[in-house]
């Protein structure tokens, strides 16, 4: 049975998941590209760009999990792009990856604006779903074919699966920055979760919840 994953989703120390001022200029709100440095030195991220060696460790290990057995991923219209009202707007925006994104699987964006699927190089379809979470989750298992489904973000995103009780495991990776301010991930209570697993490199902390079966 396909479960539903939260992956490497970075917050700050003092909970946030994004900065303020999302923009293209700044996608993760201003500041908030610091949360995701940790990942740049390692193996992983190395191969993922091209590039030989890098570091192993606790920090790859988790960037080889956040992949490994996911064959679906959700994601927020936030995170899929700074475009807001009618796609019409600007009808030539498809992500801020470039022609390959990195899923290389089927993608549900959650949005109020109805919009053609985008097929990318690499295997990465972009679909959009306009009825709700628990539609784009079904959409996503049957698309998964027995694999594990990602919700990839934003903050609202995973807010929505967790309050909806629908989250079985979350990665996150604590970043030692203050962002002052923005998007608060645990800024309410999530109960029915428990960590599993704590653990340090040099530049982050990862814990992972996994939710409690009665």
Request: hydrophobic content about 35%.
């Amino acid at each position: 049975m396909s479960k539903l994953r939260v992956q490497r989703f970075c917050l700050s120390l003092d909970g946030y998941g994004a900065g303020a001022g999302q923009s293209r200029q700044d996608p993760v709100g201003v500041g908030g590209e610091r949360l995701h440095e940790w990942m740049f030195p390692t193996r992983t991220w190395h191969r993922m760009t091209g590039e030989e060696g890098g570091a192993t460790g606790v920090d790859d290990q988790f960037l080889v999990e956040a992949t490994d057995g996911i064959g679906a991923t959700i994601m927020g219209r936030n995170m899929f792009g700074p475009v807001r009202g009618p796609w019409s707007s600007d009808p030539s925006w498809s992500g801020w990856w470039g022609p390959n994104p990195p899923y290389h699987h089927p993608v549900f964006v959650l949005t109020h604006e109805p919009r053609e699927s985008i097929p990318m190089e690499g295997g990465t379809v972009f679909h959009f779903v306009t009825d709700g979470i628990e539609s784009a989750l079904e959409q996503a298992v049957k698309a998964a074919g027995g694999q594990d489904v990602a919700v990839a973000g934003g903050v609202s995103t995973v807010k929505q699966y967790l309050r909806a009780g629908l989250v079985d495991s979350l990665h996150l990776p604590i970043v030692p920055v203050l962002l002052g301010r923005g998007e608060r991930l645990l800024d309410e209570p999530f109960p029915g979760y428990e960590c599993t697993y704590f653990a340090s490199s040099d530049t982050v902390t990862h814990v992972r919840l996994e939710r409690v079966r009665s």
